[in-house]
């Protein structure tokens, strides 16, 4: 849960300082595993990069390369993983991960494990291995073991029909940070893979944003352009992925390329 009292030191983990003052963060998932492309997103003027372990070719070797390649930036590198057992977020907070993105945070319980996979004893079922981490967030390793429950975020996906009926629970779990939608998955749950602008999967985002909205944690969500971005802050949005790395390349060819033919 993100502490709305002034902090006395600056967070090593920023978003939580930007978060607490009631601004909205941007950034961007990266799939590519590509120092090179992490260097320059991390020094477009994002606040996070999700780096992408769940659906694309990124191991734990690139993920360690791509979390250390946002140290001197602004960046906060945060982690998607593939499963929602603790152990799935040992090496990618080991590595230096500020915060780890779970699959499928469909209930209670399963908001109750994320909360647990990033926190040490007692409050969870992190153990010590950090061997990286405090080198990637500037401290020392007894600074960072004091300091890394409360820096690290939790962060819960909502992105299955299953989750209908219990989204307000997820969120009000204890300790968690962040909800983001995850409308492909959601949509593809639904029997409706693709069509995410279909109106049953968009009722049932409006359902998880009120269920998010009536709680502390941050609502993240995907915008993919200014006029979709304001629409969800307006909604409460305080977290928005604005592209995936390799739909920004696209993009940007895309408009490079607009009227050369003509």
Known sequence: ?????????????????????????????????????????????????????????????????????????????????????????????????MGVCFPMTSERADAEAVVRAVRY??????????????????????????RADEEVLAVGVLESVDALGTAGEVAATPGLDMVCIGPGDLATSMGLRGQSDHPDVQA?????????????????GV????????????RGYRALVIGFDWSLLQRGINAAMEGMSN
Not at 59 to 84: E, F, N, Q, Y
Not at 121 to 146: I, N
Not at 204 to 220: H, N, W, Y
Request: aromatic share 8%.
């Open 1 to 97: 849960m993100i502490s709305s009292d002034t902090q006395r030191v600056p967070r090593l983990n920023r978003l939580r300082d930007l978060w607490a003052e009631g601004g909205c963060a941007y950034g961007v998932i990266a799939t590519i595993p590509s120092v090179q492309t992490v260097q320059v997103l991390a020094r477009s003027g994002l606040d996070f990069m999700i780096i992408d372990m769940e659906h694309g070719p990124i191991d734990p070797l690139s993920a360690h390369a791509m979390i250390a390649a946002t140290g001197g930036t602004p960046l906060v590198p945060l982690v998607r993983v593939s499963g929602k057992e603790p152990w799935h977020a040992k090496i990618p907070l080991d590595i230096g991960a």
């Open 121 to 146: 004893p007692p409050a969870g079922e992190r153990y010590w291995g950090p061997f990286f981490a405090p080198l990637r967030w500037g401290v020392t390793m007894r600074d960072y073991l004091d």
């Open 204 to 220: 049932a985002i409006a359902s998880f944003e009120t269920a998010v909205r009536g709680s502390q944690v941050v609502l993240g």
């Open 223 to 234: 915008a993919l352009n200014a006029q979709q971005g304001r629409a969800m802050r307006e």
